[in-house]
């Protein structure tokens, strides 16, 4: 299930405050980060971002 377009536009890494991409219509929902440097990614439950660093996985 996708995010609202509004929503994607605002939020952004909690870690270096790059955009996030949406992967949320992937079997392991999730937004991760564009920086080329940090690329977390953040779990998305039951459609709700969840944007701890604590709760991010680093990029394999």
């Known amino acids: 299930m996708p995010l609202e377009a509004g ?3 605002i939020l952004a890494c909690p870690a270096c405050h790059a955009p996030l991409t ?3 219509a ?3 929902p999730q937004l991760t980060c564009t ?3 940090c690329g977390l990614a953040y779990p998305v439950r039951d459609g709700i ?3 701890l660093v604590d709760e991010a996985r680093r990029p394999s």
Do not use: F, Q, R
């Open 7 to 9: 929503l994607l536009e």
């Open 49 to 51: 971002p969840v944007l």
């Open 35 to 37: 920086s080329k440097d």
């Open 22 to 24: 949406d992967e949320t």
């Open 26 to 28: 992937a079997a392991t």
